[in-house]
């Protein structure tokens, strides 16, 4: 029986950053679906609402969303500014090449969204300036110490926010991913992976713990159906920006 008291450090085949081939492809199409059914992306959208509340709608916005995966999050950003009137510049990042790759193939037909390789990590990406980061599905793939030093680092490049959308690791949560994929997943990488995430989830007093170290004691945490976790920080105050 798994060990539901602490984060696992195990290791998801998603992490092998030199990941390709149809195994990728469908991995990533069976995590849209999931996301969508599971009620994933409206968990996203709503923190966008939240963080955007007294936006001027004039003012161009910077939205990176990090490990972008198929790049199904920035269509959705997408559709959710145009019907609300925000200009924005939508950004995916993602360090491995070949799910870029497959992003810029699933949004041929949304070419204003720009994609690139990059290491978050790297003094490339520690460069750029956003108004808004968000990650879904992304952050439980770190350690709780490399996170708090990353959302620490995140808060001096964004202007507007940080969103994240994760897991809450419990037992239930855990049993039917498991049942799930098993029944309906052709990706032995789903398979594998979805069970394994839920493990490398979070309970709220470990996301609290990760960001009273990163500075950011102020976020509003919630939880979420199904099992996950929004996380919304503000680094401006309520005025109009």
């Known amino acids: 029986m798994p060990d539901f008291s602490t984060r696992s450090q195990g290791i998801e085949i998603m992490d092998d950053l030199n990941c390709s081939g149809e195994v990728v492809r469908q991995t990533l199409h069976e995590l849209e679906f999931i996301n969508a059914w599971l009620g994933g992306n409206a968990i996203t959208l ?75 990590f790297s003094e490339t990406f520690k460069q750029q300036q956003f108004d808004i980061v ?54 032995a990488m789903v398979r594998f992976d979805a069970p394994l995430s839920v493990l490398r989830g979070f309970r709220k007093d470990e996301l609290r713990s990760v960001l009273r170290a990163a500075g950011l004691e102020n976020a509003d945490v919630q939880w979420k159906w199904a099992f996950r976790w929004q996380v919304v920080c503000k680094f401006l105050s309520s005025r109009p920006v």
């Open 134 to 187: 968000i990650g879904t599905l992304f952050y439980h793939h770190f350690d709780s110490e490399t996170l708090s030093g990353f959302f620490r680092q995140i808060a001096t490049q964004t202007r507007l926010g940080l969103l994240v959308n994760d897991l809450h690791r419990h037992a239930l949560a855990y049993y039917s991913i498991r049942l799930l994929t098993a029944l309906f997943s052709r990706s």
């Open 46 to 120: 709503d923190g966008m609402n939240k963080l955007c509340k007294d936006h001027d709608r004039s003012r161009e916005l910077i939205i990176a969303d990090l490990g972008c995966g198929g790049g199904d999050m920035l269509r959705h950003i997408d559709a959710w500014a145009k019907r609300r009137g925000y200009r924005v510049r939508l950004i995916g990042i993602d360090a491995n090449p070949f799910i870029i790759a497959v992003a810029k193939e699933n949004l041929h037909d949304l070419p204003h969204i720009e994609f690139y390789t990059q290491d978050i």
